[in-house]
């Protein structure tokens, strides 16, 4: 199966904005989860559901009225878990480069009608950019683990 980022590209909106003037996070957040959504679901070809973001690094503000880019491509696969990556890229209109504002790791699921967890389709790295990538997921597991058991007396 081929592993092709799933790309969306769009201009802020006045709607987008935050007291800073700069786009919302939280609009940020948005655009991740849709673009992780589509890339998951396009992956195992069902339903998928958001169970893990990690680490969502915020770089630079994006400007209103700037075009924002955003990829999403599996970069690991456990059971019924894909591993998303995020990069969230912007440019303003007059200029042809995009610029890295925000990146970050992304779980879904695949789930039934019932919300029961259904196997997908496995990733299997071939160049060596995918294994780091990889490598890069399983880290990111690894730690997720522990800081899960850090928070336990908490929950």
Same mark, same amino acid.
């Given at each position: 199966?081929?592993?092709?980022?799933? +790309? %969306?590209?769009?201009?802020?909106?006045? $709607?987008?904005?935050?007291?800073?003037?700069?786009?919302?996070?939280? $609009?940020?957040?948005?655009?991740?989860?849709?673009?992780?959504?589509?890339?998951? #679901? #396009?992956?195992?070809?069902?339903?998928?559901? +958001?169970?893990?973001?990690?680490?969502?690094? %915020?770089?630079?503000?994006?400007?209103?009225? /700037?075009?924002?880019?955003?990829?999403?491509?599996?970069?690991?696969?456990?059971?019924?878990?894909?591993?998303? $990556?995020?990069?969230? %890229?912007?440019?303003?209109?007059?200029?042809? +480069?995009?610029?890295?504002? +925000?990146?970050?790791?992304?779980?879904?699921?695949?789930?039934?009608?019932?919300?029961?967890?259904?196997?997908?389709?496995?990733?299997?790295?071939? #160049? /060596?950019?995918?294994?780091?990538? /990889?490598?890069?997921?399983?880290?990111?597991?690894?730690?997720?683990?522990?800081?899960?058991?850090?928070?336990?007396?908490?929950?």
């Amino acid at each position: 199966m081929q592993n092709k980022p799933i +790309t %969306f590209q769009f201009i802020s909106e006045p $709607s987008d904005v935050n007291y800073g003037g700069n786009v919302h996070g939280g $609009s940020v957040m948005k655009w991740i989860d849709q673009a992780g959504y589509a890339c998951a #679901t #396009t992956w195992s070809g069902n339903y998928s559901v +958001t169970v893990y973001v990690g680490g969502i690094r %915020f770089y630079e503000p994006i400007k209103i009225g /700037e075009v924002v880019k955003v990829d999403a491509q599996v970069i690991y696969t456990g059971k019924s878990s894909m591993h998303i $990556s995020i990069n969230v %890229f912007s440019r303003n209109l007059k200029q042809p +480069t995009f610029v890295k504002k +925000t990146h970050c790791i992304i779980v879904f699921v695949a789930v039934d009608e019932n919300g029961k967890k259904l196997p997908v389709p496995a990733w299997i790295p071939e #160049t /060596e950019e995918e294994k780091q990538q /990889e490598r890069y997921a399983k880290r990111l597991m690894n730690l997720r683990t522990q800081i899960e058991d850090e928070m336990k007396p908490f929950l």
